[in-house]
């Protein structure tokens, strides 16, 4: 059956036996609603859309059309999971669009933070209309909504993003298709779990809409940027080698737009700080930061200054939330 509202007396999905069971009544909803039509869903690797992928693969198969907009603001290696997992594992219908010339080209000189929020999400809009518009028979909209989501948007707190910011020949085409929308995201991950997406993918923390957009402050050049994926890169790896991966609720680098003078070789450097990120919550109103053993932040520091081109400078953020937000922009 598919849900309008979450039933006031669904049980939580807590246990591998409650997903198997959410997850076939969901299957044979979605085959009942999309017959032997078409569905598109806009993949990016997240969490949300992910589940519904995988869930709809497993319904309809091919009907399902995905697209993957690589924007040129991902974290290293995520364009490269969604392949490997959807395309090369599962056999998904996968469109790949690199638009990362695209994207930059538009923010470039671009400094102001909602200005460059709004240049992303208008652009991505515009390249997943484009993609859709060379589709024939495609009659379903599948989107990663999930109950606190709606929650949100009752409240006023976000607006629900549906269909809404499609162009109107778009959104019209479409009816929506929201398999896990009475979900939280504890359950999501779990109902992922069961249908056999890898725990990275299941597991991972939040990123942020506008992606590296918002941890490159200021205007994003190509040479910052590279930076902010690789210094978040060598961060994540030694998360995961040192047992914090799952344990801290989010960390990440920023690669402010400012520099400063070093040494380095004996010479002279006028480079960038980097700015390490590591934050736990449980409701995001209010945040703390992970303190990490002095011999772990040693050699993080020393793998970032060694190998990330335009960094003379590591620091560690120690403001908790309030004052300070999880993101810098």
């Not at 599948?142 to 989501?149: F, L, S, Y």
């Not at 269909?163 to 020949?169: T, W």
């Not at 991950?189 to 200021?218: A, E, I, T």
């Not at 736990?280 to 002095?294: A, F, I, K, Q, R």
Request: proline share 5%.
């Amino acid at each position: 059956m598919i849900y309008d509202r979450r039933p006031d007396s669904m049980e939580r999905i807590t246990t591998p036996e409650l997903a198997d069971a959410f997850i076939e009544e969901q299957l044979a909803a979605l085959r009942e609603q999309i017959g032997d039509k078409k569905v598109l869903l806009a993949l990016s690797g997240g969490v949300d859309s992910s589940v519904v992928a995988a869930m709809l693969i497993k319904a309809v198969g091919q009907q399902l059309v995905c697209v993957h907009v690589n924007h040129g603001l991902l974290i290293k290696g995520e364009t490269e999971q969604v392949i490997e997992v959807f395309r090369n594992q599962m056999n998904a219908n996968l469109i790949y669009v690199d638009a990362t010339d695209r994207f930059l080209d538009k923010l470039a000189g671009v400094s102001d933070p909602e200005q460059k929020r709004h240049i992303i999400g208008e652009e991505f809009i515009d390249v997943f209309a484009e993609e859709a518009r060379k589709l024939d028979g495609v009659e379903f909209l599948a989107q990663g909504t999930i109950w606190p989501d709606i929650l949100e948007s009752e409240a006023g707190i976000k607006a629900h993003h549906n269909a809404g910011g499609l162009p109107e020949d778009i959104a019209s085409r479409f009816e929506l298709v929201e398999p896990v929308k009475i979900l939280f995201k504890d359950e999501v991950r779990l109902v992922g779990k069961q249908l056999g997406l890898p725990d990275g993918m299941v597991y991972r923390q939040p990123f942020p809409g506008p992606g590296l957009g918002v941890r490159c402050p200021g205007a994003i050049t190509r040479d910052r940027l590279a930076a902010v994926r690789e210094s978040d890169a060598i961060l994540r790896e030694e998360f995961a080698k040192n047992g914090l991966e799952g344990k801290v609720w989010q960390y990440f680098t920023v690669v402010p737009d400012f520099k400063s003078t070093g040494v380095k070789n004996g010479k002279r450097t006028f480079d960038w700080p980097c700015i390490i990120r590591a934050i736990n919550t449980t409701d995001v109103m209010e945040v703390s930061v992970e303190h990490l053993p002095d011999a772990l932040i040693d050699h993080i520091v020393s793998r970032i200054l060694a190998e990330v081109p335009g960094i003379n400078r590591v620091l560690y953020d120690f403001t908790p939330k309030p004052p300070a937000t999880v993101e810098y922009e």
